[in-house]
């Protein structure tokens, strides 16, 4: 049976493959902010029309993901990943060929189940059974890819749309992910190290292994979905990543604001895009922090660096862009592409890795519905005061919110890894 540390260990393609489909997937959906300019000009749609896409998407977003427990009752991870890439595919063409606001709305639908089946919630399962030993971290790795994603294919579907047109750069972008990212679910990605004949990284430090404690097999360990949802830890996690989701996605609103300061499109694009850069390195770095001291040091340091970055950002205000990027450090260590790290690690140390899968869902649903619902908030609360003063302050205080319920729960989880 091969280890971890063998040249034969299939652990690594799995991760390559993981870091691949969040790469183009989650990459990919995030484009649309650079097609937005060339479908209203060609098209004649308003901006508030195109706008609602965005809830069409996570709303369908939140569904896909609470489906996610009862999928994995039926199938693999791997078949539930083939399936949201597919999605995600049509996603794109649906959109290259929409000639009315229902079919860009079907379109949006299917880049939200494309979300739920294709990003984080079945990624996660797949790397949860592969790595036991420094799982944050690795774990990290995977989901920036989303983040070095999006800074590298956004401008080339930028170069696509001047060369071309943009409902030919979404047919080369769905054709494109549809090849690269199938072929990677296919060939690169097995559901679990058993599949291979082999242990997941770590399973040799587990209690129980072999040569252990016990001396018998590394067994999963981990509380039941019925002792999870009773416990009152599930429900302080579900309403603290709604919040995390909620106030995070003031992130969306970064360039209106710079350009409601002064700043030009085009430099607050750049800065975009190395923010995107700057929110992958962030990322990993804390899953390591994760691995090292814990989920505890995990949620206070993202919700406090989101909590300064916020405040220094509002204030710093059209600074010389090297001191946004300085105020724009801390602030993505936290905000919406950051803390998508956050359902998976808190979850494993909250209810264990055994009834991972039928667990997570509801998790990374929730996030994805407070993402959802921060657009109305923020978007209310900027045409009351006319200022992004209060959405940019209520949003830090939903955050800090978040982080005092994440820390009762973890401190209430009824998770108690084994010992024996």
């Known amino acids: 049976m091969a280890k971890a540390n063998d040249a034969k260990f299939s652990g690594w393609t799995v991760l390559a493959g993981c870091f691949i489909i969040m790469f183009f997937v989650q990459g990919g959906l995030q484009t649309f902010a650079v097609f937005l300019p060339s479908i209203m000009n060609d098209t004649g749609w308003t901006l508030s029309s195109i706008a609602l896409m965005s809830t ?49 709305y079907v379109g949006a639908a299917c880049g939200g189940i494309s979300i739920g089946f294709g990003t984080v919630a079945p990624v996660s399962v797949v790397m949860n059974n592969w790595f036991i030993k420094k799982r944050a971290t690795y774990m990290s790795i995977v989901i920036a890819g989303s983040m070095f994603g999006g800074a590298i294919i956004m401008p080339i579907c930028g170069q696509l749309i001047h060369h071309f047109d943009w409902r030919v750069a979404y047919r080369i972008l769905g054709a494109s992910i549809g090849v690269i990212v199938l072929f990677s679910v296919i060939f690169l990605v097995a559901d679990s190290p058993q599949k291979k004949g082999q242990k997941a990284y770590g399973a040799d430090d ?65 800065i975009m895009g190395i923010y995107a850069f700057i929110t992958g390195v962030c990322t ?94 923020i978007g209310e609360l900027y045409r009351s005061s006319g200022d992004y003063q209060l959405p940019f302050m209520v949003m830090a205080v939903f955050n800090a919110a978040a982080l005092v319920l994440i820390i009762f729960a973890l401190k209430l989880a009824p998770y108690k890894p084994s010992k024996q």
């Open 284 to 377: 990993i770095c804390l899953g390591r922090v994760s691995d090292k001291l814990g989920g505890l040091a995990y949620a206070f340091l993202t919700s406090g660096l989101f909590i300064i970055g916020t405040i220094s950002i509002f204030f710093i205000g059209a600074a010389a862009t090297p001191i946004i990027i300085m105020a724009v450090i801390p602030f993505a260590a936290g905000a919406k592409k950051t803390s998508t790290l956050t359902p998976p690690l808190v979850v494993a140390a909250s209810f264990g890795r055994k009834h991972y899968g039928a667990i997570i869902g509801y998790f990374t649903g929730m996030l994805q519905l407070g993402i959802a619902l921060s657009n109305p908030i």
């Open 56 to 104: 069409v998407a996570t709303v369908a977003a939140f569904f896909a993901n609470m489906l996610i427990g009862t999928l994995l009752k039926k199938m693999e991870a791997k078949w539930i990943l083939f399936i949201g890439v597919a999605v995600c595919t049509a996603h794109f063409f649906m959109y290259s060929y929409a000639t009315s606001l229902l079919g860009l």
């Open 206 to 270: 587990e209690p129980g292994a072999a040569g252990g404690d016990s001396g018998g097999p590394a067994v999963a360990d981990g509380v039941t979905p019925v002792v999870a949802r009773s416990s009152a830890s599930f429900w302080l996690l579900l309403v603290g990543i709604l919040l995390v989701g909620c106030s995070t996605n003031i992130e969306n609103f970064l360039p209106a604001f710079w350009q409601s300061r002064g700043l030009t499109v085009s430099t607050s694009s750049s």
